[in-house]
């Protein structure tokens, strides 16, 4: 277990692609750290208030008294989005490497987590959430591949990145939900995603997906049981 220089208390939410960001990145840093999980249909009161003003998962309390995560010290700093906190779970812990030191690497990743934010991130609830058609999906994977690298096993190369951490949850739960026909989407929509994957159009993206969802700070933070609940409650 690597210790930060300070306490780090984690809010939050299994279902959450965003708040499953951070968890991978500390995963990544073998950090220790307190996670309390946000029921968002029930959010505790103390939650805006002193944790997040947004009252949205994932945030942060770095620092302050050993306490518990729901009583949240005012002498602890409260940090929140997602992008944010992977980069700082980045710079407290710089022996996990997910920020290359090369400049030009450094930008690349960046550009791939703008990629991700511009071309595929919206496109999460939408489809999955909300049943719009595939298209928009499909054609954010498309602008995703273009942007890979020739040779690498990873966004910017071979080394593990802020990039992929930012990717990971969203694939991880595209795939999840359409290859169990869970979600808004109509089952041939569902089939759609699927097939399309698997054309040779996509194989590098493919590819790198695999990999993506064979690393261990995925697969120790993806509750699939979970997530797999929550989309019959809500679908089926
Ligand atoms: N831009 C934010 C998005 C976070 C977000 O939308 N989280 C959702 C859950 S996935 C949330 O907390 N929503 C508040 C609510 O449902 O009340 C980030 O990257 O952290």
Request: glycine content about 4%; proline content about 7%.
């Amino acid at each position: 277990m690597a210790v930060a220089t300070q306490r780090i208390t984690l809010y939050t939410t299994k279902i959450c692609p965003y708040a499953h960001r951070v968890e991978i990145a500390l995963a990544e840093a073998q950090a220790e750290y307190k996670k309390y999980q946000i029921d968002l249909a029930n959010k505790p009161e103390w939650y805006a208030p002193k944790v997040n003003p947004a009252s949205k998962v994932p945030a942060l309390a770095y620092g302050g008294p050993d306490i518990a995560p729901e009583t949240p010290s005012p002498e602890s700093e409260k940090l929140a989005e997602s992008l944010i906190l992977v980069e700082f779970v980045a710079d407290l812990f710089p022996q996990a490497s997910l920020l290359p030191e090369d400049p030009v690497l450094r930008a690349k990743a960046r550009f791939f987590v703008e990629t991700i934010s511009s071309k595929l991130t919206p496109t999460y609830g939408a489809f999955v959430l909300r049943g719009e058609s595939s298209e928009r999906v499909l054609s954010g994977l498309e602008a995703i591949q273009d942007t890979l690298p020739e040779t690498g096993k990873y966004a910017v190369g071979d080394q593990y990145t802020i990039a992929d951490v930012a990717f990971t949850p969203f694939i991880a739960r595209f795939k999840f939900a359409t290859e169990n026909e869970l979600g808004k989407f109509t089952p041939e929509e569902g089939r759609r995603f699927v097939e399309a994957l698997q054309q040779p159009k996509f194989l590098k993206l493919s590819a790198y997906i695999g990999r993506l969802l064979e690393r261990e700070s995925f697969k120790a933070t993806f509750d699939r049981d979970f997530f797999k609940g929550f989309l019959q409650q809500r679908f089926s």
